[in-house]
Nanobody, 126 residues
């Protein structure tokens, strides 16, 4: 099993920044990538960004490209730096770990991920 714990959410004004962190523990050696998803009230969960732990390759949703940056450390903890935040970025943000290489890169579907954190709320006021 892999445990994921998000932190760093909060309330920020439009144009501001937040940094989310995801701490991974347990059998992290069985996973190869960590992604971030978000879900706003009344909307479906959507992919935000993903990083491959082995190569540090990254991939972003068009809606956040140029504003968000995903990074990792050697302990398989992952950060999501979010700049120039917009009210439409308001959502619960989840980190998730993928362990199935056969599904291809980049893993953008929730079905590509086996382990999920509990989520952290991000609210951007206008």
């Amino acid at each position: 099993q892999v445990q994921l714990v998000e932190s760093g959410g909060g309330l920020v004004q439009a144009g501001g920044s937040l940094r989310l962190s995801c701490a991974a523990s347990g059998r992290t050696y069985s996973t190869y990538a960590l992604g971030w998803f978000r879900q706003a009230p009344g909307k479906e969960r959507e992919f935000v960004a993903v990083i491959d732990w082995r190569s540090s390759s990254t991939y972003y949703a068009d809606s956040v490209k140029g504003r968000f940056t995903i990074s990792r450390d050697n302990a398989k903890n992952t950060d999501l730096q979010m700049n120039s935040l917009k009210p439409e970025d308001t959502a619960v943000y989840y980190c998730a770990a993928a362990d199935d290489l056969s599904r291809g890169w980049p893993p953008r579907s929730g079905f590509d991920y086996t382990y999920w954190g509990q989520g952290t709320q991000v609210t951007v006021s206008s």
